[in-house]
């Protein structure tokens, strides 16, 4: 029919009079799929396109008729219409999908809760026991809350005490060292700056009563304090020998006794006299304040030199050292009070002058190892091979007797004025002494010494 549209027109797509596109009904229907939105798509948009796709593929294409040139019944089927949900409320900004947002994190108090369960447990375990278990438990808590552990304790100690020594010689790291491993301070690192940011800080030797768990400022400022320090002394009495010197020692060091023994026996490392024959008269019997770490040879130097100086001061040479501490060991030994030394020493060198024996028991007890006794036998005053017997041997003894003191020195080198050639203390308790020109005079005193021998009994033995 004339009407109807040519071939050309029907497929030249050029559409009718009107210049709009020549569409059959099922082309303006729900059968042909919409135009792709330009612009961004939102991921509803894409779920709902990979839904329609999903449905598609489900569907099995119809197996064409052989021969037939027939389209599947898949391109006849008419889309499906996109169905209608509320606008997404989060368009994407990209053409990719995007993933789901995460739940937002609930917060946790779990930390707040230990730290008061911490607390509560602390606070009752009272001051002192508070201290120590905020120690312990510190460090865990700081790494909860993701702080770094601290290397120094917190306040001046948990209580505990604890005995520290310092030694001769100890270095600043070595302190900082021997305080942690004490548990006085947490770490070497905490102290030790403390000393490298104040090097005008120092320690003297000894031992210091401490706190286990103190803060290192503490702790450094607690070794600079005088009452922190504990003095430990060795007490050497006048009069005392070498035997009763190395016992003290030893138990006021606790040096080992084979120790200090073999020190003693090198007396020539000392710088004694030539002609001393050991360390005994040479250690001056005074207070000597203990320095740990020192040795039985640093000791005895130390009183030997102690005995040197006040050999100098009281102006004795030193040809006459050897001979000056004989004659006051054995003043030392024989005189009672102070005053009677001089007077002492004025008998012994009248007898030495006159050429008599000296006849001292004291020597002849020290000459039989039996240094506490001030009486002697017959027969131990008979005794010529005891070398310090001066009841046999003319002379001083061979050696000294004792260690002396500034006073039986001072009486050695400055004997008194006097005619006297005995004595005899009648009173060992008040050391009242008696001295006499003659004899006879000696001989009463003597038996006023044998009353009192018997009126105390425990003195004879």
Do not use: C
């Not at 001089?342 to 060198?349: G, I, L, M, N, Y």
Request: glycine share 8%; no cysteine; hydrophobic share 35%.
């Amino acid at each position: 029919m004339a009407d109807e549209p040519s071939w050309d027109d029907i497929f030249s797509g050029s559409g009718d009079s009107t210049g709009r596109a020549r569409t059959t009904p099922e082309e303006d229907g729900a059968s042909r799929p919409a135009a792709p939105r330009s612009g961004p798509v939102s991921r509803r948009e894409l779920r709902e396109r990979e839904r329609q796709q999903e449905r598609g593929r489900s569907v099995p294409d119809a197996a064409p008729a052989a021969g037939s040139d027939a389209p599947s019944a898949r391109a006849e089927e008419p889309a499906l219409a996109p169905q209608r949900e509320p606008a997404d409320p989060f368009p994407s900004t990209t053409t990719a999908a995007a993933p789901p947002p995460k739940p937002p994190r609930r917060k946790t108090h779990r930390g707040t809760w230990i730290l008061a369960i911490i607390l509560v447990v602390v606070l009752g375990g009272g001051a002192i026991g508070a201290a120590t278990l905020w120690n312990q438990v510190a460090p865990g808590v700081q790494a909860l809350f993701g702080a770094k552990p601290s290397d120094d304790y917190e306040g001046s100690g948990n209580g505990t005490k604890v005995q520290f020594t310092i030694a001769s010689g100890d270095i600043g790291s070595t302190v900082a060292a021997n305080l942690a491993k004490a548990e006085i301070t947490k770490s070497t690192e905490a102290p030790y700056k403390i000393l490298l940011a104040n090097p005008s800080i120092s320690f003297q030797p000894g031992t210091y009563s401490m706190y286990q768990h103190m803060s290192a400022q503490s702790a450094i400022d607690r070794l600079q304090e005088t009452d922190a320090r504990l003095v430990t002394k060795l007490v050497i009495p006048e009069g005392t020998t070498l035997k009763g010197i190395v016992s003290l020692m030893a138990t006021a060091t606790k040096l080992p006794t084979a120790d200090i023994q073999k020190a003693a026996a090198d007396y020539r490392s000392y710088g004694l006299p030539g002609n001393a024959t050991s360390l005994e008269g040479y250690l001056f019997p005074a207070t000597y304040e203990l320095d740990p770490g020192k040795t039985a040879h640093e000791y005895f130097q130390e009183m030997v030199d102690t005995m040197l100086k006040r050999l100098q001061s009281a102006g004795v040479a030193p040809a006459q050292y050897e001979h000056t501490i004989i004659f006051a060991s054995l003043i030392q030994k024989e005189a009672g009070l102070a005053a009677d030394f001089p007077k002492v020493a004025r008998v012994f060198q009248n007898r030495i002058d006159q050429g008599m024996l000296l006849q001292s028991d004291a020597t002849v007890a020290y000459g039989t190892g039996s240094t506490g006794r001030v009486t002697t036998t017959d027969a131990e005053r008979a005794d010529a091979s005891n070398r310090y017997n001066t009841y046999v041997h003319k002379g001083l003894p061979v050696g000294p007797i004792s260690n002396p003191g500034d006073t039986a020195i001072e009486a050695a080198s400055h004997p008194a004025s006097g005619s006297w050639l005995y004595f005899v203390t009648v009173d060992l308790e008040t050391g009242q002494t008696v001295f006499s020109t003659t004899y006879d005079e000696h001989l009463r005193a003597v038996s006023q010494f044998q009353a009192w021998l018997r009126a105390h009994p425990s003195y004879n033995k």
